[in-house]
T-cell receptor
Framework: GDSVTQMEGPVTLSEEAFLTINCTYT??????LFWYVQYPGEGLQLLLK?????DKGSNKGFEATYRKETTSFHLEKGSVQVSDSAVYFC?????????????FGTGTRLLVSP | GAGVSQSPSNKVTEKGKDVELRCDPI?????LYWYRQSLGQGLEFLIY????????KSGLPSDRFSAERTGGSVSTLTIQRTQQEDSAVYLC?????????????FGPGTRLLVL
């Protein structure tokens, strides 16, 4: 079945460092891809999404490009802030997963220190 | 406007008791989803409602779990005879419809602890 694999965390960075969180997926067909973020004590929020190959999703300085050839959707940010500390979830959605359910990766915790 | 709301925010119960968790989706959203977030399993899909169609129950882990959606709006997830492994955060999400491009908006979750 469809699945998402994320890099293990936690990822620990200093403020203003460059961030990459790797995400690869396995799916038949053409899934939509998402990054969700969960800040401490809060619910899941959509960070960005891409619905077709070569699309780039971006929001709050974060970017991810839908790479069909490498089945990847890596999350990047050029300069992280302490306020970016959170858990980041990569997810996909396709009809092959049954209706509209999201399939999530295990999440990657990001810790940014001043 | 108002987002997805869930109640209670926290629930502590004893093993063997039944619990009900409530979700109020965003007004006008026809699709509603339940997920579970637990330490051992990550985020996993439980059940999906779309309008008046039969729900997709493929993610429910056992027959102790059930859910209903009344009037196409509010949903209740019921766990009967709770077990300690049911301890998790139960998340509800809604989306405008079933289009693959539509965003699912999540509620804050109900944290369930089974003693």
């Amino acid at each position: 079945g469809d699945s998402v694999t994320q890099m293990e965390g936690p990822v620990t960075l200093s403020e203003e460092a460059f961030l990459t969180i790797n995400c690869t997926y396995t799916a038949t067909g053409y899934p939509s891809l998402f990054w969700y973020v969960q800040y401490p004590g809060e619910g899941l929020q959509l960070l960005l999404k891409a619905t077709k190959a070569d699309d780039k999703g971006s929001n709050k300085g974060f970017e991810a490009t839908y790479r069909k050839e490498t089945t990847s959707f890596h999350l990047e940010k050029g300069s992280v802030q302490v306020s970016d500390s959170a858990v980041y979830f990569c997810a996909l959605r396709s009809m092959n997963t049954g209706f509209q359910k999201l399939v999530f990766g295990t999440g990657t915790r990001l810790l940014v220190s001043p | 406007g108002a987002g997805v709301s869930q109640s209670p925010s926290n629930k502590v119960t004893e093993k063997g008791k039944d619990v009900e968790l409530r979700c109020d989706p965003i007004s006008g959203h026809t699709a509603l989803y339940w997920y579970r977030q637990s330490l051992g399993q990550g985020l996993e899909f439980l059940i999906y409602f779309q309008g008046n169609s039969a729900p997709d129950k493929s993610g429910l882990p056992s027959d102790r779990f059930s859910a209903e959606r009344t009037g196409g709006s509010v949903s209740t997830l019921t766990i009967q005879r709770t077990q300690q492994e049911d301890s998790a955060v139960y998340l509800c999400a809604s989306s405008l419809g079933r289009n693959l491009q539509e965003t699912q908006y999540f509620g804050p979750g109900t944290r369930l602890l089974v003693l």
